[in-house]
């Protein structure tokens, strides 16, 4: 049980006792005796408000506020009325006291209701209840002592009894005011208290007990006395240990106030030291890391900017950059303002990039930036910070990368026209012979034919009258003589193989127009299949002593493709085909065979090329895309053919370039180029 | 004249090539032709009335180099010509020393110009043939005067010179050497004191 819940229940209890003692206390005034008589109940005009203070009690043991407070006013009411009446009949004390205890008691808890300083209505609140509940006792003793058979009915064991119930009661009331969980401290301090009640109890055990010569009515004005000096001492006991127990734990509260100030000064020093500590630490890290770094405002205001920053943009001081717009260093004056845009569209917080930064001796550097935008609740940006990375060295290596790199790529380009151009030579010069051959025999041949056709003209105009027998022998001679039916019958043949050269020395010449026109700025649609005749055509002088060609070209659509280089990469494969089967024969003489098929697989166009030449050792097929990384002898490779196919393949056309190689029996590359979807025209494939 | 006509023999893997020069060197030579280092040496050995050979550097299996050092050690008496487009100076090189050719010729070449080639390697061949010819009428007809010298005063001696004679041609043979004319004469010599 809860000691508020006790203390309800006590008062609880206290108002149906003081029911009984305003009941009783009427009835006496009819002089019977509340145990002898009880069967014939009378009423009194102070029952009502004093059945009213009961409810009211019991209405405070179960809150019900209004219901306590409406109760408490009627019984006042009532009961003042009841005394009013009684004082002015002069009823005498005995009748007087209940009625004025029953308003007393109503005032008290009416007093506990209002709204006065706490400590005020708690004492005047005891005080009134106190003196109430006593006098009551005392008159509800004293009538009961001065009725006719009081000594029979109240023998002094009996007497003895009341008093200690009495007296306890009395104690009981005044430790529950003061015996709170909050407060244990008060109990000890409340011995005063106690002694006070304790002497306000021998006062009432004395009016009951003592002195019976003395008449009654005596007694009860010097018990009243007692009581009312005990009731004073008690409550200003109250109200003192109320005092001490307040300043107590206002000098124990000032204590541990002290401590816990010592302490948190204590805390502030130490945590002082460290924020001074680690302030100093952010600073040299601020102003000591090597990368540029800045918070600056939308508006281009710089708040912080560390040494490196200061350098990056050639600075002096960070007093001069705070007096510019930190949007006057960027290269392009209007790339401030369009990246806070899209940061500020932006949902993420960090954002990085490249820009070009214009240091005050309007030097150009290339940065890598990386920020935070720090931003208000409505995602308005608020401040950036952020760091750059100057990149500007690196975008001059790379440059250079890239130069070298073009370099590389055309002089290998000329080297493998260098090396193609003797064999493409020969592959001219042979058609061009037999051409030449046919054309002298041709040559020859009109010269014969028209030496014949001058001798008939000089037989027929030297002899007209001769016969046709005569004329045709003549005829058949000069014609034998002559050879002109071997010359006719060579002459179509001859017509035929002089074209035949002609068409095989126009075929490799527009090859060769093909592959030393300069690369296209852009892809063209190409047919894969006739780029692969092409590098065959103009490679035909290094793999014909070697190898034979077998072709699988399969239906593929065009792809778009940088013609001029895919058609280079197939010419160092094939010519590197031709080379391993060269290595190889030198060994072991196995007849080369180059296969080269095409086809689509999926949304790709594959290109393989596949020789049973000597293979890659193991340990090359790794490094053969590299560059520089040959295994041909010094001036006969540069190492560049390969890794400009991956680079063909794999960079400018998105495909790839796989290698499969078998040391000793053969090497297959495979190319893989995406087909474009939108292109399904055929308008380049002639 | 027309039954003497020369016999050159003309290789290159090109079937084009060899009928165009034909056309053009029938009405002067008899024209064979072969589309392969083998299938020349296989002519060779057939006809051994070639007087030149014409040979395409780059072919296939036997390229003309190889086949030139063939036909001089097969057939010496032969002149060699290479006919190439390949104007690559190692590959005339090799050709000039591992075939001693004759002459050595870059397509395109004129017809006339190879014509009157021809001719030269012709007359060489015949030069070559005619030396031999004398060396073995001159030389060779005086041996057998001695021989027969021999025969008279020392028939056993012969019967001995004969067959070391018939020894040592086969082994000529099988060694595959050259001119064993020079070894037959010296063994018929062998026995020199029997004559004298």
């Known amino acids: 049980m809860t000691s508020r819940a006790y203390g309800s229940g006590l008062r609880a209890a206290f108002g149906i006792a003081l029911l009984i003692v305003g009941l009783n206390a009427a009835r006496l005034e009819h002089g019977y005796m509340w145990l002898d008589y009880l069967p014939y109940v009378q009423t009194d005009p102070l029952d009502a408000p004093l059945a009213l203070l009961a409810v009211g009690m019991l209405m405070i043991r179960f809150r019900y506020g209004v219901a306590t407070l409406v109760c408490m006013l009627a019984a006042a009411a009532l009961g003042g009325v009841e005394s009013y009446r009684r004082i002015v009949l002069d009823a005498g004390p005995i009748e007087v006291v209940p009625a004025v205890l029953c308003v007393a008691i109503a005032a008290g808890a009416l007093l506990y209701r209002l709204p006065l300083p706490a400590r005020l209505r708690s004492a005047s609140s005891v005080a009134v209840t106190l003196s109430a509940i006593s006098v009551g006792a005392v008159v509800l003793i004293a009538a009961a002592l001065r009725s006719p058979a009081a000594p029979a009915a109240f023998p002094r064991t009996v007497r003895v009894l009341v008093s200690l119930v009495l007296g306890v009661a009395w104690i009981g009331y005044l430790f529950h005011g003061q015996r709170t969980r909050r407060n244990p401290a008060v109990s000890w301090l409340s011995v005063p208290a106690a002694l006070a009640g304790l002497a306000g109890t021998a006062a009432i055990v004395w009016v009951l007990v003592g002195l019976d010569g003395v008449p009654i009515e005596q007694r009860m004005r010097w018990t009243a006395a007692a009581m009312i000096a005990a009731l004073g001492v008690t409550a200003l006991t109250v109200y003192g240990v109320r005092l001490g127990a307040a300043a107590a734990q206002l000098r124990r509260a000032n204590r541990s106030l002290k401590r816990l100030l010592a302490r948190q000064q204590r805390l502030m020093h130490a945590r002082t030291a460290d924020l001074q500590s680690s302030r100093e630490r952010y600073r040299q890290l601020f102003e000591g890391v090597p990368a540029p770094v800045a918070l600056t405002s939308p508006t281009g205001k710089v708040l912080a900017a560390n040494p490196a920053l200061l350098d990056l943009l050639g600075i002096e001081s960070e007093e001069s950059l705070k007096s510019r717009n930190f949007a006057d260093f960027y290269a392009d004056p209007g790339a401030r303002d369009r990246l806070l845009g899209e940061w500020r569209e932006s949902d993420a917080d960090v954002h990085q990039g490249e820009l070009e930064m214009l240091r005050v001796d309007e030097e150009r550097r290339n940065v890598l930036y990386s920020l935070r935008t720090i931003r208000r609740p409505d995602r308005e940006i608020e401040f950036i910070q952020g760091t750059m990375t100057d990149i500007t060295e690196l975008r001059r290596i790379e440059a250079s990368q890239k130069r070298l790199e073009s370099h590389l790529r055309l002089s290998q380009k000329l080297e493998s026209v260098g090396r193609l151009a003797a064999g493409i030579a020969h592959e001219i010069n042979t058609p061009m012979q037999y051409i030449g051959d046919n054309v002298y025999f041709l040559k020859q041949s009109f010269g014969a034919i028209r030496e014949l056709l001058e001798e008939q003209r000089q037989i027929l105009a030297a002899s007209p009258a001769r016969t046709a027998a005569e004329l045709q022998g003549a005829f058949e001679d000069l014609e034998s003589e002559l050879e002109i039916e071997d010359t006719l019958d060579a002459m179509p043949g001859a017509l035929e193989r002089a074209q035949d050269g002609i068409r095989t020395v126009s075929h490799i010449v527009s090859a060769m127009k093909e592959l030393a026109h300069p690369g296209q700025g852009s892809k063209v649609s190409t047919n894969v299949n006739d780029l692969v005749n092409t590098a065959l055509a103009v490679t035909r002088n290094a793999y014909k002593t070697v190898a034979a060609v077998e072709t699988t070209l399969g239906d593929i659509p065009n792809v778009l493709t940088y013609k001029n280089e895919l058609c280079q990469v197939l010419i160092n494969l094939i010519v590197n085909a031709a080379h391993a089967i060269e290595a190889r024969r030198a060994s072991d003489g196995v007849p080369g065979i180059i296969r080269i098929r095409t086809a689509s697989r999926g949304s790709d166009v594959c290109i393989e090329v596949e020789d049973n030449g000597c293979g890659i050792p193991e340990a090359a097929v790794e490094k053969i895309f590299d560059p520089f990384f040959t295994t041909k002898g010094v001036g006969q490779g540069t190492g560049q053919g390969l890794a400009i196919a991956r680079a063909t393949i794999v960079d400018k056309h998105d495909g790839d370039i796989a290698v499969d190689s078998t040391p000793g029996s053969g090497t297959t590359f495979t190319i893989t180029l995406p087909i474009d979807s939108t292109d399904t025209g055929k308008e380049e494939c002639e | ?196």
């Open chain 2, 1 to 196: 004249m027309m039954s003497t006509k020369p016999t050159i023999l003309c290789v290159d893997d090109e079937l084009n090539v060899v009928e165009s020069m034909k056309l053009n060197l029938r009405r002067h030579y008899k024209v064979l032709t072969a589309q392969s280092g083998m299938e020349a040496l296989q002519i060779l050995q057939q006809h051994t009335e070639v007087a030149v050979v014409v040979s395409d550097m780059r072919m296939p299996e036997m390229d003309g180099a190889k086949l030139l050092a063939e036909v001089k050690s097969a057939a010496p008496n032969v002149v060699r010509m290479l006919l190439t487009g390949y104007s690559d100076i190692d590959a005339a090189m090799r050709a000039v020393n591992e075939g001693q050719i004759f002459r050595f010729l870059t397509k395109p070449c004129e017809p006339e110009h190879l014509l009157a080639t021809l001719e030269a390697g012709v007359e060489q061949h015949r030069l070559i043939t005619a030396e031999q010819v004398l060396l073995q009428r001159t030389l060779l007809g005086s041996v057998k005067a001695l021989v027969e010298v021999m025969a008279l005063s020392n028939p056993m001696a012969l019967g001995r010179a004969v067959r070391i004679r018939n020894t040592v041609r086969k082994l000529a043979k099988a060694a595959r050497l050259s001119q064993t004319w020079r070894l037959e004469f010296a063994a018929m010599l062998s026995d020199r004191k029997s004559v004298v």
